[in-house]
């Protein structure tokens, strides 16, 4: 036991909950306070992304806390992106070329029932639900919070404050209104929204399409996802724009718009969702965007997960990154020596420009996903890049190997490198410089060469 300061942790999600468990481990004295009633005894509303692809970073974080196997027996493991086409065609393009690489589809609610199960079974952890907070005092280290089940208001005092209360974080907006220092916040939303549907379980009791991939069916603008649940159903999100296009969340008003919508651009899944128009009408609709701001801390009070940088879904990496959150704050606590003033400082410092990479990871996959995993260029850069996986193990790495897989490198370095890797084997195809009679080995050398040419910046784009 190193410690026995008082630490408040406001929002029990995914990150508060692993954030709570790791410093009770180190033995702080913790209050864990969730604005929501208790998800193991509650009904979840519908709509309400149920399911998350859980990967390598996480599972970093779990090792970490001893968890790792009890998370384990939560996974379905997804191993590619099964692509639907308009006629129906799929086609499975693979997350990487070596064979144990793949990602996990994971039940928000089972995830975050685990973590407080294991929060709740620690002496020094109090944890109490239905409180919401409604500000901080930046300076007394105090925040107020509203009791919804008995009406009435409370206080409370700790010796540290962390903000893990998610996107719409009422932590950050105490920052935001405290005027005694500099906090620059920007919130930036997506022109599409998503709304979350379902394919049940077939009438044998199995899975409608294909349980071990993610499933998608890109078609430009707009895309439908599919990830695997334990109970043999799909969850099943529609990427769509607001407006503009042909139909738009704006637009699809009535039942038969939608029927039409889905009969025209998925068929094959409109086959499977017998429920479409009433899940259509009734699951909300959400908006999507990205939270980047700075500093994350400030005196006694730190902001950590979706509180600190909120991004959109489609690297399946915020859940990852939240909890990378805590590995890498856990690093330099216990290099501080359990000084949680100076761990504030180098983790803000070395954690911001992975988050902001993460950010903007996420962005590029939102048009890589709905437009050009279709496409022939950039199928045919997966072939080269999957081949080189397999045949090269320890040489190659995909960018999308680097994000997901490859947990020992920064979220920055995966960047840069898959940026300028993915921009070298565009190149080279465009140009006709990688030929199908040439080697794999002598392909690799070519995609190294110009890929470090790239990242020091002496390569000439030809176009
Ligand atoms: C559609 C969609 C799909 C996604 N898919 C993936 C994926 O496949 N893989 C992945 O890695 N990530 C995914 N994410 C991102 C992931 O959901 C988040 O990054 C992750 O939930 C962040 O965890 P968190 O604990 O920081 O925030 P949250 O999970 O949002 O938890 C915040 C907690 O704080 C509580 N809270 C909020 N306000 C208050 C308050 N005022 N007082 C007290 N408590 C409060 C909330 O009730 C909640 O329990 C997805 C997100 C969306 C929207």
Redesign the pocket.
């Known amino acids: 036991m190193h410690n026995k300061e008082h630490l408040l942790i406001?929002?029990?999600?995914?990150?508060?909950s692993l954030l709570a468990f790791r410093l009770a481990q180190h033995g702080y004295k913790i209050t864990l306070?969730?604005?929501?009633p208790d998800l193991r005894k509650a009904e979840i509303s519908a709509g309400r992304?149920i399911n998350?692809?859980?990967s390598d970073r996480?599972y970093k974080a779990f090792k970490m806390a001893g968890l790792q196997e009890k998370v384990a027996k939560l996974f379905i493991p997804m191993h590619g992106r099964m692509l639907h086409d308009l006629e129906g065609k799929t086609f499975l393009s693979e997350y990487s070329g070596r064979e144990d690489e793949y990602i996990n589809s994971i039940s928000?609610t089972e995830l975050n029932a685990l973590l407080l199960d294991e929060v709740e079974k620690f002496d020094n952890v109090n944890l109490i639900f239905n409180?919401?907070?409604q500000h901080l005092d930046l300076d007394e280290s105090t925040a107020d919070f509203f009791d919804e089940k008995n009406q009435k208001k409370i206080n409370l005092t700790a010796d540290y404050i962390f903000g893990?209360?998610?996107?719409?974080?009422?932590v950050r907006q105490s920052m935001q209104s405290q005027k005694d220092f500099l906090f620059s916040h920007s919130q930036e939303f997506l022109t599409h929204g998503?709304k979350e549907l379902h394919f049940p379980p077939t009438e044998e009791g199995e899975y409608a399409i294909a349980k071990n991939a993610l499933h998608i069916w890109p078609r430009g603008e707009n895309m439908l996802i599919g990830l695997p649940n334990p109970d043999q159903s799909f969850t099943v999100?529609l990427f769509l724009a607001y407006e503009g296009g042909q139909y738009n969340f704006n637009n699809l008003t009535t039942p038969e718009i939608v029927e039409e919508y889905f009969k025209k651009e998925f068929a094959d899944a409109y086959a499977i969702l017998p429920n479409l128009k009433a899940e259509f009408f009734e699951n909300p609709t959400?908006p999507?965007g990205t939270v980047k701001c700075a500093p994350w801390y400030y005196n006694k009070t730190m902001l950590m997960?979706?509180?600190a940088h909120?991004?959109v879904?489609f690297y399946?990496?915020?859940?990852?990154?939240?909890f990378e959150d805590v590995v890498e704050f856990d690093y330099w606590l216990t290099r501080h020596d359990f000084d949680l003033k100076k761990t504030f400082i180098d983790f803000s410092k070395t954690r911001k420009p992975d988050a902001d990479a993460i950010a903007d990871l996420a962005l590029d996959n939102f048009y890589e996903m709905k437009s050009h995993t279709a496409q022939a260029l950039f199928l045919k850069k997966r072939q080269i890049e999957l081949a080189l996986e397999k045949e090269f193990p320890k040489a190659y790495a995909s960018k999308y190997s680097l994000v997901t897989f490859k947990d020992n490198i920064p979220y920055k370095e995966a960047m840069e490198k898959g940026r300028a890797q993915d921009k070298a084997i565009l190149s080279l195809l465009k140009h006709d410089k990688l030929k199908d009679n040439q080697s794999l080995e002598e392909q690799l050398k070519l995609i190294h060469k110009t890929t470090k040419q790239l990242l020091e910046g002496d390569f000439l784009l030809e176009n």
């Open positions: 406001i929002g029990a999600g995914l990150c508060g306070v969730e604005k929501r992304s998350l692809a859980f996480a928000r409180h919401t907070c893990t209360d998610g996107g719409g974080s009422a998503y999100t959400s999507l997960g979706d509180a909120a991004i879904p399946g990496q915020g859940m990852n990154a939240s």
